[in-house]
């Protein structure tokens, strides 16, 4: 791999830049806040903004490392309202693997956002950042996480029991990958 840090990140609706100082009060307001949306996630809905806060501050240290990947999502039209995130939750060196993970707010759900932030994350780790495979997965019970990895071309992998911190129980997953075709 060869690994540059996060870089910003155009598709055609969107701007995946770099968590920074004041996204905290739309992160909480668009998806840090709401139990619904992080129903199936690792983590529970933020109960005030002072652990968003601490989430932002979390996510952008993470900067400090050239081999860390963490993308706020933001529409083009209005690129300081923080509508979701998309990082490498963990990273395989010797194999030159990534795992992804990404959560978008509700409002913005079943208008394709978070395939096309997946599709520009996808082609970014794989033509420069020369990742060999991705993967992703997602709670069975969380379906429309799947169906933005088959939108995206990631085929199924199989079903693992995860351990979840949050709530500190094993959930079952469906896990997708898909491999660098570039030649790299």
């Known amino acids: 791999m060869k690994h540059i840090g996060t870089k910003d990140i155009n598709t055609p609706r969107l701007l995946l830049r770099k968590f920074q100082k004041g ?38 240290d993470k900067y400090n490392k050239i081999d860390s990947y963490a993308w706020a999502i933001t529409l083009k039209e209005n690129p300081h309202n923080v509508v979701g995130s998309i990082d490498v939750v963990k990273m395989d060196l010797e194999k030159e693997e990534v795992e992804i993970g990404y959560v978008l707010s509700r409002s913005l759900r079943n208008k394709k956002i978070m395939s096309e932030a997946l599709n520009g994350v996808i082609d970014y780790l794989f033509k420069e950042v020369e990742v060999k495979k991705i993967f992703a997965k997602h709670d069975i019970n969380n379906i429309n996480s799947g169906k933005v990895m088959k939108n995206n071309g990631m085929k199924y992998v199989g079903i693992e029991n995860v351990a979840v911190s949050k709530n500190e129980e094993n959930v079952i997953c469906a896990i997708y990958s898909i491999e660098n075709t570039y030649g790299i």
């Not at 905290?24 to 949306?37: H, I």
């Not at 806060?53 to 952008?60: K, T």
């Open 23 to 60: 996204d905290e009060n739309s992160m909480f307001k668009n998806y840090c806040s709401d139990p619904l949306v992080t129903k199936y996630l690792t983590w529970n809905a933020h109960s005030s903004i002072a652990t968003t806060i601490i989430f932002l501050e979390y996510m952008m």
